[in-house]
Nanobody
Framework: QVRLQESGPGLVKPSQTLSLTCSVS??????????WTWIRQPPGKGLEWMGA???????YYSPSLESHTSISRDTSKNQFSLQLSSVTPEDTAVYYC???????????????WGQGTQVTVSS
């Protein structure tokens, strides 16, 4: 079945850009009508939806993160990526990529997840 795997540096310095890539197997990121999503969980806190890129390349961002978040994709590699600029220690979290699958209603079900990758922001 569909597999997602995060990759990227585990340590980023404050003010730098956090960059992660999600590699997708056994499923195309261009298949209607899925949303390829980044979600994070800071230590001791809940899950935070960051943003997503749709099957058609459209992007969506959390209002609190939009100013320094960019999600892109490489369809030839079946990958999508996250860039988070000007990071601070508060951006330390486990970062997940996931597939958002529309239901018969207006709900989105995250049916496949990567294992998550720890990113620490520290000088």
């Amino acid at each position: 079945q569909v597999r997602l795997q995060e990759s990227g540096p585990g340590l980023v310095k404050p003010s730098q850009t956090l960059s992660l890539t999600c590699s997708v197997s056994n499923g195309s990121i261009t298949t209607s009508y899925y949303y390829w999503t980044w979600i994070r969980q800071p230590p001791g806190k809940g899950l935070e939806w960051m943003g997503a890129i749709g099957y058609d390349g459209s992007t969506y961002y959390s209002p609190s993160l939009e100013s320094h978040t960019s999600i892109s994709r490489d369809t030839s590699k079946n990958q999508f990526s996250l860039q988070l600029s000007s990071v601070t220690p508060e951006d330390t979290a486990v970062y997940y990529c996931a597939r958002g699958a529309p239901s018969d209603s207006d709900y989105v079900l995250y049916d496949y997840w990567g294992q998550g990758t720890q990113v620490t922001v520290s000088s």
